[in-house]
């Protein structure tokens, strides 16, 4: 009989196999993506969310999930903000589900006089929460919150400001709920003792707004009575100074097609003299709105999706699918272009006096998630002061936030202008009717970085999970779109994939699995091309150097469905086994005669039995190989490469009740097997399941085959298993909801005992162990969470680079007090029990060590890595091993 999913206590001492197992426990602290609250709004063109600070020397940026500050001269973080270490920000944020929506530096409360520009930020939230936080020094247990009254789905927009103590709000709301018109909303905002919020007017049935930089005007392009209108409205005056009709029949030819017709994106300079429109067809008609002069310019060939105007007027900036920056001379005409971006440029913006221009940037590529990417350039040359990015996994399937850009052609990576209104609505039905629920991701750890590499379509991101950044982004298969760029129908083109990425147990070598793809239309267009290549670095190179390449490894067209990397005792750890989808299982040793990769052992597939339901597991002495396909599981002596027999018959392939999802060999004695339904402990020695788990219905249909392997982990050390469980939740009227919780439940290394359960507010889509004592897992939010014993003092706290002895005083307790305060950080987590939706308090992970006892090996790991190391972070390292 299946055991239940209860709780039991953590810890656990075996001497006699001096394995020692303590309180684990859970924390989101990493990770995260920059927060674009507007984005999903089409009629707002002014996306991106970024300020700058008076001096000029920090860059303050929204995640969904923390608030990071920017050094412009280091380019590095300097200070973060972590939602879930703070009671208020966790409520207002992680329980609230706010979005940060605008920021004010000083505290807008107080008057002028009394602001604290250089410490404090004011917050507004989307859902109409405002708060007031400190970005310099410590923040505050309990930030000063305030509360605004807005109507039923009203969502707070901009914030406007003046050089005096007022205030203006823009709000939105969408008018006809198909997400083309929206009704927006311009408040009058006084802080008292409570703030107050007054009507000055009301702009219905708006398909586009924008505003002027230095906060001064806004302009709206609205729908009124079958004719297009545009309103150009300042701020602060509260009036319209201009209201005119738009003229399409200017710029349309006979030739002229439905795009010219549609505009998707507008721009005001701060002067209020000049408009400019970005169509759908590539043209941008630049109006002088005193006598309603227009002139065309022309050269992008898909839909417009940013410009902006330079402070005095006399530079347009534009960009959009061509992931080109133009910037045009309004007097003479001509171009110059920033060429090659990362991404789709979905909006732009002058800043500071034109010093510098900030960019949001979308990885289209990836239809999985909306992958955001925030630069702040220098106007001077264009170099890049600040590069902003969090991890960028692919998804198996689309997540519920994703939201593709507008363009003139229907492509996969975009959405059409005809479907833009409705594409939010059909994703959400699709969600909710979808019976897989299939979000994971592909990703592995580094054995000695402990970075974190995710294949991220035909390239590789690496992101540092302790420094929470990213550290590189390369390019690993040839493509058109890293080699010369798509635009149009070549979007449809797809580049290829990487699948699938393994290292060996010393770190010197990857290997990598992709897949590529025939032009569509095609006979051969299902005749895919699998690749498997072998790369190394050198010692102190940043790019992967590829030394062996090998098409269709296992044959044509056949795939490989498992890599794993050689243990110690094979070879050092230089070869893998990769394995297909017919039986087939080949070794490959890097040779040092050869000073290649060579195919050193092979088994022949069966070709009459097919099946995705592949793992693998290999023994510490390398002497077994443990195959399990479709439902079972072959035991293969690797000196043969054949099944292993011995003369008094021991077992060498065991039945499971459905197909085999996972398999990890835990202490070379107990075999943990899931499959679709259960998940089991086979005992080698005896060859009989010694435990068994209910997996059903938490796996069976919801993840494609071999899917199940990525949500769970082993330590190799101790043993442990790190489980994942997603469920997805109902709403209030006990429908099904496309919101989702996870468990992740740690046992011991015999299933026989749970050290840990704990309960994540959202879809888990990978764990991984970090090849020292905790699990790594990233869910669908791209935020990074840790299950562990220890982990670093500057993630325990918000990172304060700037202060890091800020109030340590000499000659007094003080530092035994601060000590104290960087240990007693707290966050809330989300429900603990499913029936009961009830918060619990977790303590943040500072690692239960009261009993620990030092000895001469105790300093051995905080030597790695020890290169370039700051002094904060060794003293972090001293504390976390005798803490």
């Not at 330590?715 to 099904?736: C, F, M, R």
Request: proline share 3%; with cysteine; hydrophobic share 35%.
């Amino acid at each position: 009989m299946a055991k239940q999913w209860d709780y039991i206590a953590s810890d656990r001492i075996e001497m006699n196999q001096a394995t020692v197992y303590q309180k684990y426990k859970l924390s989101v602290v990493s990770g995260g993506k920059p927060s674009l609250p507007r984005a999903a709004n089409r009629s707002c063109c002014d996306k991106g969310l970024g300020c700058l600070t008076g001096d000029e020397l920090s860059y303050i940026v929204p995640f969904n999930n923390q608030i990071k500050v920017y050094s412009t001269e280091t380019r590095q973080c300097v200070k973060t903000l972590k939602f879930g270490n703070n009671e208020c920000l966790s409520d207002v944020f992680v329980k609230g589900k706010a979005i940060i929506a605008d920021i004010i530096l000083g505290d807008a409360t107080k008057d002028v006089a009394e602001r604290e520009e250089d410490n404090q930020i004011t917050v507004f939230t989307d859902n109409g929460r405002i708060l007031v936080l400190n970005y310099r020094g410590k923040l505050l247990d309990s930030p000063k919150t305030l509360q605004l009254n807005l109507g039923k789905d009203e969502t707070v927009c901009k914030v406007f400001s003046s050089e005096g103590r007022r205030y203006k709000l823009l709000t939105s709301q969408e008018s006809s709920g198909n997400g083309s018109e929206f009704t927006y909303k311009i408040y009058d905002i006084k802080f008292d003792e409570k703030v107050q919020l007054s009507l000055e007017t009301t702009f219905e049935n708006v398909f586009l707004s924008t505003w002027s930089s230095r906060d001064k005007y806004l302009a709206f392009l609205c729908h009124n009575e079958n004719k297009k209108n545009i309103k150009i409205y300042s701020v602060f005056d509260s009036s319209i100074i201009r209201e005119f009709p738009l003229n399409l029949a200017s710029q349309q030819s006979p030739s002229s097609s439905a795009n010219s017709r549609y505009v998707t994106s507008m721009a005001i300079d701060c002067s209020g003299t000049q408009l400019a429109l970005g169509f759908a067809s590539g043209v941008i008609n630049v109006i002088e709105i005193s006598n309603l002069q227009e002139r065309l310019l022309k050269w992008h060939i898909d839909a417009v999706l940013s410009l902006c105007f330079t402070r005095d007027g006399s530079y347009l900036l534009s960009g959009g699918w061509e992931k080109v920056l133009s910037f045009w001379q309004l007097s003479t005409n001509m171009q110059q272009f920033l060429p090659r971006l990362n991404g789709v440029i979905i909006s732009c913006e002058s800043v500071a006096n034109d010093k510098y221009y900030s960019l949001a940037l979308q990885m289209t590529e990836n239809t999985t998630n909306s992958d955001y990417q925030l630069l702040l350039l220098n106007a001077a040359d264009l170099t890049s002061k600040v590069v902003i990015n969090g991890p960028l996994p692919v998804f198996v399937s689309a997540v519920k936030d994703t939201v593709q850009p507008v363009s003139s052609i229907a492509t996969k990576t975009s959405t059409t202008l005809t479907t833009s209104s409705s594409s939010k609505k059909k994703h959400k039905k699709k969600l909710l009717k979808a019976k897989r629920q299939d979000f994971t991701t592909c990703a592995s750890i580094n054995p000695v970085t402990k970075q974190i590499y995710l294949p991220h379509m035909s390239a590789m991101q690496t992101y540092d999970f302790y420094r929470n950044e990213q550290t590189s982004y390369q390019y690993l298969a040839s493509g058109v779109n890293n080699s010369m760029g798509k635009v149009r129908f070549e979007m449809n083109i797809q580049d290829p994939v990487i699948a699938d990425v393994q290292f060996t147990k010393d770190g010197k070598w990857m290997a990598t699995y992709e897949i590529e793809y025939p032009p569509e239309d095609l006979l051969s267009s299902k005749d895919l091309m699998h690749i498997l290549k072998f790369w190394d670095k050198e010692e102190n190179g940043s790019d992967w150097n590829l030394r062996t390449k090998v098409i269709n490894p296992h044959g044509t067209g056949v795939p490989i469905t498992k890599m794993l990397p050689a243990p110690w005792a094979v070879n050092g750890s230089q070869g893998f086994l990769t394995a297909d989808n017919d039986v087939g299982l080949k070794y490959w040793s890097y040779e040092q005669y050869e000073k290649n990769w060579c195919l050193t052992k092979i088994s022949l597939p069966n070709l009459n039995h097919f099946s995705n339901s592949v793992s693998l597991a290999w023994s510490q002495d390398g002497s077994l190989i443990f195959h399990a396909f479709d439902e079972k599981i072959f035991v293969i002596d690797f000196e043969t490469f054949r099944q292993f027999e011995t003369p008094n018959e021991k077992i060498n392939e065991f039945n499971m009740d459905s197909e085999i999802q996972a398999i990890k060999l835990v202490n070379n004695t107990n075999l943990i097997v899931a499959t679709r339904t259960t998940l089991n402990t086979i005992n080698l020695l005896n060859g009989v399941i010694t435990s068994s788990y209910d997996l059903y219905p938490y796996a069976d249909g919801i993840y494609k085959n071999g899917h199940l392997d990525r949500l769970i982990s082993c330590d190799e050390k101790t043993g442990t298993i790190a489980l994942v469980i997603n469920q997805k939740l109902k709403d209030v009227e006990g429908s099904p909801s496309i919101n989702y919780k996870s468990r992740v439940i740690v046992f011991d290394n015999e299933l026989s005992k749970k050290l840990g359960n704990f309960t994540h507010s959202d879809y888990i889509s990978w764990i991984g162990w970090n090849h020292g004592t905790d699990f790594i897992f990233l869910d669908t939010q791209c935020r990074l969470g840790i299950i562990g014993t220890t982990v670093n003092t500057e993630m325990s706290d918000e990172l304060n680079k700037e202060g890091i002895l800020e109030g340590l005083k000499s000659g007094t307790s003080d530092f035994a007090t601060q000590l104290e305060k960087l240990s007693s950080s707290k966050r809330i987590d989300g429900p603990a029990d499913e029936d009961q939706q009830e918060e619990i308090a977790l303590e943040f992970i500072n690692g239960d060590k009261n009993d620990k006892l030092i000895n001469m090996n105790s300093f051995t790991s905080m030597l790695d890595n020890f290169q370039n190391i700051q002094m904060d972070t060794l003293f972090d390292r001293v504390m976390r091993v005798i803490g």
